[in-house]
C-alpha cells in the first residue's frame, strides 16, 4: 500500500474547501439571523396593518350609522336594516335580525340576508310573540346582558325543547353561532340586536364592541323617530285647533256683517265644516212643524239640488236618520252606511255613493231647529273634535236664524208704527243689542271655558250671568298636593322627560278630579291645587277631598314605581284643610283665573309641604267630618308658616268598607 505524506495531505486540506455536511446550510449564521429577524419584523407589520384596517374600517361603519341615523329618522326600518349589513359584514356573520320589545312581546322589525326559508318562516310567524325564558332572547328580557352562544345546535332550545323558533333557526336558517346585544334606553330594555354565523365560531371582543356601539345607535334613532312624531303630532294638533279657530271666526264675520242674510252664513257654516272635516258633501235642513225643509247643500250633485228646490219640505219616514235626530235631538253617526239595514240604505238615495255620515242637531234651548249632516264616500268616522266643531257651527246657525227672526221683527214693527220714529228708533236700538249680546255671548262662552274651570264656565253659562265671579265666602276643603324631589329631577334631566313626566302625572289625576266633583283652582308646574264646594255645591266635601285623595295616591303610585324604574325617585304627597275662604275671579282684561284666597288654602299647602312621600297629612277640622268613613294615624303637631299655634295632622290610612 501506497503511503500519503504528511505534506501532500495537509495542502490537500489547505487547497480546497471541506465538503458540506448534510442538513447544514452554507448561509452563515449572521445571515441566517438577519433573515430572520426580517420576516419576523414583516410579520408584526402585517399584524398591525391588518389591525389597523379593522379599526379604520369599524370606526367608519360607526360613522356611517351615525349619519344613517341623523339622515333618516322617520324611516327607521330602512336604517335598521342598514345598520344590520354593516354590523353583518364587519363583524364576519352570515344575517341578522333587529327585534323590537314592547315590555311583553318581542316583534320582528328588520333583518338583512337571512336564509330565504329561515326568513319565509320568520315572516309567516312575523306576529308579536313571546318567548321561553330558558333561550337567549328570554334570558336577555330578564338580565339585560349581552349573550353569546357559541353553537344553536347544541344548546337544549334545540336539542331538548325543541322550540320552533329555535329549530327553524338551525334547520332552516343553518344558525350556529349566534349573539344577542340588547338595545336599552337606561335601564328599560328597547329591543335585542341579533347577529348569526353558519358556523361554530366565536365573535371577538372588537366585534361585540361594535354591535353594542350599533344597538346603542339603534336606540338613538328610535327615540329621535319618537320625538319626530310627537313633534309632528303636536303641529298637527295646533294646525288643526287654528283651522277651527279661523272657521269659528269665519262664521261669526258672516253673521256680524250679514245678520238677515241665512243663505251666505248657511253656505259658510257647510263650506267650513266640509273642508275642516274633511268630507265630500254637507247639507243643511231646518226644521218646522214636523218636517224638514232643504236651505242649503255643499259639494251635492246638481240633479239633487234640483230635487231638493223643487220638492224641499219632506216629512222622513221612522227608518231616515232625520227621522232619529227629531226623535232623539242626538248627534247620530254611521260609520259605515253599507252595514247599515236596508231601510236606513234606502232612505238616502239621491245622494250618491255615501258611506261615513254625521248629522248634529241644531238646538235653541231644547228646541229643534234643524241639522247638519256632512257625508264622506269613504268609510272613515269623524272624530270627537271634528264632531264637537260641527257642534259648535250648529250653535252659529241657531244664532243667525235668530237674528234673522228679530231683524224681520224689526222691519215688521217699523212699518206698523210708521210715524212714531222715536219709539222705532229705541225698539231698533234694542233689537240691535240684542245681536250684539247673541254674538258677544258665544265669544264670552269661549273665553269662559278656555280660562276657567268647566265647572265655573259652565255654571255662568247655564245661569246667564256673571254673578258666581263675584268675591263671595264659602266654607270649603281645599287639597294641595306635589311632587317630591321633582326639582332635583327638572336639574338634571332632558326637558322632553320633564315634559312627558309632567304629561303623565297631569293626565293621572285630572279625571280623577272631575270624579269627585272638584275645581281645578289652579296649578303650577307639579304642584295641584283643588277646592270642594265651590262654585258647585257638593255634600261633605271633606269626605271627597279625602276619598279623591286615597285614589290619586293610587294613580301616582303606580307611576312613581314607574318613574323609580326608570332612574328617577320621586315621591308624591297632600295635603287636605277644611274652613272658610273668599273665592272669586282674579287677574287682568283677557285672562282672568278663578281662585280661593284664606287660611285654609295656606293650611293644605303647608300640610303637603310637611308629608311625606305617600302621606295624606289632614287637619283636625278634616277628621271630625270623615272619622267615620276612613282610617287615620297622628303624625303630631306642625309649627306650620303662617299659622300661629302649632296644628295637629293625621295621615290617612285607608277607607273604611
Request: glycine fraction near 8%; charge should be neutral.
Amino acid at each position: 500500500m501506497r503511503r500519503r505524506s504528511k505534506t501532500s495531505g495537509t495542502r490537500a486540506k489547505k487547497g480546497r474547501p471541506p465538503p458540506a455536511k448534510a442538513g447544514r446550510s452554507n448561509v452563515p449564521k449572521a445571515a441566517r439571523r438577519f433573515r430572520s429577524s426580517l420576516l419576523g419584523e414583516e410579520t408584526e407589520i402585517t399584524r398591525l396593518t391588518r389591525e389597523l384596517n379593522e379599526a379604520f374600517e369599524r370606526e367608519k361603519a360607526t360613522s356611517d350609522v351615525l349619519q344613517l341615523v341623523s339622515g333618516s329618522p322617520r324611516h327607521l326600518e330602512s336604517v335598521f336594516v342598514e345598520v344590520l349589513k354593516k354590523a353583518v359584514h364587519i363583524c364576519g356573520a352570515h344575517f341578522g335580525i333587529i327585534y323590537r320589545f314592547d315590555g311583553e312581546f318581542l316583534h320582528l322589525v328588520a333583518q338583512y340576508n337571512t336564509p330565504i326559508a329561515f326568513a319565509n318562516e320568520r315572516q309567516r310567524t312575523r306576529a308579536p310573540y313571546k318567548s321561553d325564558p330558558r333561550l337567549p332572547l328570554g334570558q336577555i328580557i330578564r338580565t339585560r346582558s349581552v349573550i353569546h352562544l357559541a353553537d344553536a345546535a347544541a344548546h337544549e332550545g334545540y336539542t331538548k325543547l325543541r322550540n320552533p323558533a329555535f329549530v327553524a333557526g338551525v334547520e332552516l336558517g343553518g344558525v350556529r353561532t349566534v349573539l344577542f346585544v340588547p338595545m336599552l334606553k337606561g335601564n328599560e330594555l328597547i329591543g335585542v340586536f341579533t347577529l348569526y354565523r353558519q358556523i361554530v365560531c366565536l365573535f371577538t371582543d372588537k366585534q361585540i364592541e361594535l354591535v353594542k356601539n350599533f344597538a346603542a345607535q339603534a336606540v338613538i334613532a328610535i327615540e329621535n323617530a319618537r320625538l319626530l312624531n310627537e313633534l309632528r303630532q303636536r303641529t298637527d294638533d295646533l294646525t288643526e285647533a287654528l283651522e277651527q279657530q279661523t272657521a269659528t271666526s269665519d262664521v261669526l264675520s258672516v253673521i256680524s256683517a250679514s245678520p238677515g242674510e241665512l243663505e251666505r252664513v248657511f253656505q259658510s257654516i257647510l263650506e267650513n265644516a266640509t273642508r275642516i272635516c274633511e268630507a265630500e258633501l254637507g247639507i243643511l235642513h231646518l226644521y218646522e212643524n214636523g218636517s224638514f225643509r232643504y236651505v242649503a247643500s255643499r259639494g251635492a250633485s246638481p240633479a239633487y239640488i234640483e230635487l231638493r228646490q223643487r220638492e224641499p219640505v219632506f216629512e222622513p219616514p221612522a227608518e231616515h236618520p232625520l227621522a232619529q235626530i227629531a226623535a232623539t235631538k242626538q248627534v247620530l253617526r254611521i260609520s259605515d252606511l253599507a252595514a247599515e239595514s236596508v231601510n236606513v240604505r234606502g232612505r238616502l238615495p239621491d245622494l250618491g255613493v255615501v258611506r261615513t255620515i254625521v248629522m248634529v242637531p241644531m238646538l235653541k234651548e231644547k228646541e229643534l231647529v234643524g241639522a247638519i249632516s256632512i257625508f264622506r264616500q269613504h268609510v272613515q268616522p269623524f272624530t270627537n273634535k271634528q264632531i264637537d266643531l260641527v257642534r259648535n257651527f250648529a250653535a252659529q246657525a241657531v244664532i243667525a236664524i235668530e237674528n234673522a227672526r228679530l231683524l224681520k221683527e224689526l222691519r215688521e214693527r217699523t212699518e206698523l208704527v210708521g210715524a212714531q220714529s222715536q219709539e222705532l228708533v229705541k225698539l231698533n236700538q234694542q233689537l240691535e243689542q240684542r245681536v250684539s249680546d247673541q254674538i258677544g255671548e258665544i265669544e264670552r262662552m269661549g273665553r269662559l271655558r278656555r280660562f276657567l274651570p268647566p265647572q265655573v264656565a259652565d255654571l255662568i253659562v247655564a245661569s246667564g250671568g256673571e254673578t258666581q265671579l263675584e268675591s263671595h265666602r264659602r266654607e270649603i276643603t281645599a287639597l294641595f298636593c306635589d311632587l317630591r324631589g321633582f326639582t332635583g329631577f327638572t336639574e338634571s334631566a332632558d326637558a322632553e322627560d320633564v315634559m312627558a313626566l309632567l304629561r303623565d302625572y297631569h293626565a293621572a289625576i285630572g279625571n280623577i278630579i272631575i270624579k269627585y266633583s272638584g275645581t281645578l283652582e289652579r296649578y303650577a308646574g307639579d304642584g295641584v291645587m283643588v277646592i270642594f264646594n265651590d262654585p258647585v255645591p257638593v255634600e261633605n266635601p271633606a269626605l271627597q277631598a279625602v276619598l279623591m285623595a286615597l285614589e290619586v295616591r293610587d294613580a301616582i303610585g303606580r307611576l312613581t314605581e314607574t318613574w323609580r324604574r326608570w332612574g328617577h325617585e320621586i315621591g308624591f304627597g297632600i295635603g287636605i284643610a277644611h274652613g272658610f275662604a273668599t273665592l272669586g275671579t282674579i287677574g287682568f282684561e283677557g285672562r282672568f283665573d278663578y281662585a280661593a284666597i284664606g287660611t285654609v288654602s295656606n293650611v293644605a299647602s303647608r300640610l303637603c309641604d310637611e308629608a311625606k312621600p305617600g302621606q295624606i297629612l289632614i287637619s283636625p277640622r278634616v277628621l271630625t267630618k270623615v272619622e267615620n268613613a276612613v282610617k287615620v294615624e297622628s303624625v303630631g303637631e306642625f309649627e306650620l308658616k303662617g299659622i300661629r299655634r302649632p296644628l295637629a295632622a293625621y295621615n290617612v290610612l285607608a277607607a273604611i268598607a
